[in-house]
């Protein structure tokens, strides 16, 4: 490789020491050995659709490489088995983004400590998808000062994160998702004041969630599905007046769940689900007019559905299956245009459906309400198609409208007969007794003087 830059030297728009720096680099990735031969002039001449380079201020003018991508949407040439990041990273100094996709495969390969101490330049960080990239997050990584996007997802890291990180202060995006990345969420993480996207979804992580996350008033999503976290939701995600996305759901938290977040009023997308809240529904969802998806699945939520549902028109998604929930299917969910999907499906609910025919049909498939054992359709005939569909059974009416089942009727107790009807039965006996009396002793009276 050098052979080749001291030929090409004279030709070359960029620093030898930087050029033989990519070469490396591209040499350690890349499949293709001729790579160095077919791209001796990366930034010029002979350009590679995965390097981009910039033109120095300096004079003489010099390309400097400032971003290296690896990926499937750059077919040739493939990334080597044996792919690995060469220190050689370090002789690009200039160099911006580095995003490496689906190219660590099978050698182990680790995030060296010197990749963040030494790029200072460095903005966008993205290796996803390399199954074989290991080990854990270096504490150098809060060196990266000008970090604004890291994104490490779907790799095997392992380890905690580590507290350095509150040291990224220009931090934009953080996903760290779908890794293997155990121990507590840092409260450092409330230094990122300019935060936008935190991804954590898909590890092991554990503990509360630190209140300092309310610090971040830049935050439009939070997803941190499929972990172990604990404790309550902090009260302190209601600060978060610009959240879109709230995804809490697959991990151990209880309710209630604070009133505070009644002031995200932008929150877009609510998912909780399969956490142990054990609490009702918060009526103040009724206050977060945009919400467009809420998932409270499998929550052990107890209570009535209340009607603050139907005060949010963009609905689409409503998921309260596999709760406690009890009581009637409230009427006013068929007011929500939007809605097109609601799964109501394995609670205690009972009563008439008395969901509009039109909204039912519409929802077709995407309305399931089976697993209520309480729960009857209308008998009349024009729906009778909608009881099979629904997997309900139509309600058997001991009186017209009165909306109970025969089978729900328990039988009258006398014992708990209504007062009224009890006093009128022990008054009528009472007045016979009398009137009996009365005969019989005018007639032993008769009886007697007839004798004499």
């Not at 050098?2 to 499949?31: D, F, H, I, P």
């Not at 503990?207 to 996350?213: D, E, H, V, W």
Request: charged residues 15%.
């Amino acid at each position: 490789m050098a052979m080749g830059v001291s030929v090409l030297k004279n030709e070359v728009a960029m620093e030898e020491e930087e050029l033989l720096g990519l070469l490396q680099v591209m040499g350690a990735l890349l499949e293709d050995p001729d790579w160095v031969q077919e791209h001796p002039q990366p930034c010029t001449d002979t350009p590679w659709p995965g390097v981009k380079c910039e033109v120095s201020d300096d004079d003489p003018q010099v390309f400097h490489v400032t971003e290296i991508h690896v990926g499937p949407d750059i077919v040739s040439p493939p990334c080597k088995s044996s792919a690995y990041l060469s220190v050689s990273l370090l002789k690009l100094p200039y160099l911006k983004t580095l995003s490496i996709f689906n190219c660590f495969v099978s050698s182990p390969v680790t995030l060296p400590a010197t990749l963040f101490r030494s790029l200072s330049s460095l903005e966008h960080l993205a290796l996803q998808s390399n199954p074989s990239l290991s080990g854990e997050l270096p504490p150098s990584l809060g060196q990266a000062a000008r970090l604004g996007v890291l994104s490490l997802s779907q790799n095997n890291l392992q380890g905690q994160i580590p507290p350095q990180i509150g040291g990224l202060v220009c931090l934009e995006q953080l996903d760290l998702s779908y890794n293997n990345l155990s121990g507590p969420i840092p409260k450092d993480i409330g230094n990122l004041k300019s935060m936008t996207i935190l991804d954590l979804s898909g590890n092991e992580i554990e503990g509360n969630l630190p209140s300092s996350l309310g610090k971040l008033q830049d935050l439009q999503k939070i997803d941190l599905n499929s972990n172990r976290l604990t404790g309550e939701v902090p009260s302190d995600l209601g600060k978060l007046k610009r959240l879109v996305l709230l995804d809490l759901s697959h991990n151990f938290l209880s309710g209630p769940i604070p009133e505070t977040l009644s002031s995200l009023e932008v929150l877009e997308y609510f998912v909780i689900d399969g956490n142990p809240i054990k609490a009702r529904i918060p009526l103040f969802i009724g206050n977060l007019k945009n919400l467009k998806s809420v998932s409270f699945s499998g929550c052990g939520l107890i209570g009535r559905i209340p009607n603050c549902f139907s005060t949010l028109k963009n609905l689409t998604a409503l998921s309260l299956d596999n709760n406690s929930l009890s009581g009637p299917v409230p009427p006013s969910l068929g007011s929500l245009l939007n809605l097109d999907q609601l799964n109501l499906s394995h609670n205690k609910l009972s009563g008439v459906i008395e969901l509009p025919d039109d909204f039912i049909e519409k929802l077709g498939e995407r309305l399931d309400i089976r697993g209520n054992s309480e729960l009857c359709i209308s008998h009349q005939p024009n729906k009778e198609n909608l009881s099979s569909y629904l997997e309900i059974p139509a309600c058997l009416s001991s009186k017209p409208g009165n909306g109970k089942s025969l089978t729900d009727e328990p039988p009258e107790d006398p014992a708990e007969m209504k007062p009224t009807q009890y006093s009128s039965f022990s008054s009528s006996w009472l007045h016979l007794e009398v009137t009996l009396f009365a005969l019989i002793t005018n007639f032993v009276i008769y009886s007697f003087f007839f004798l004499l």
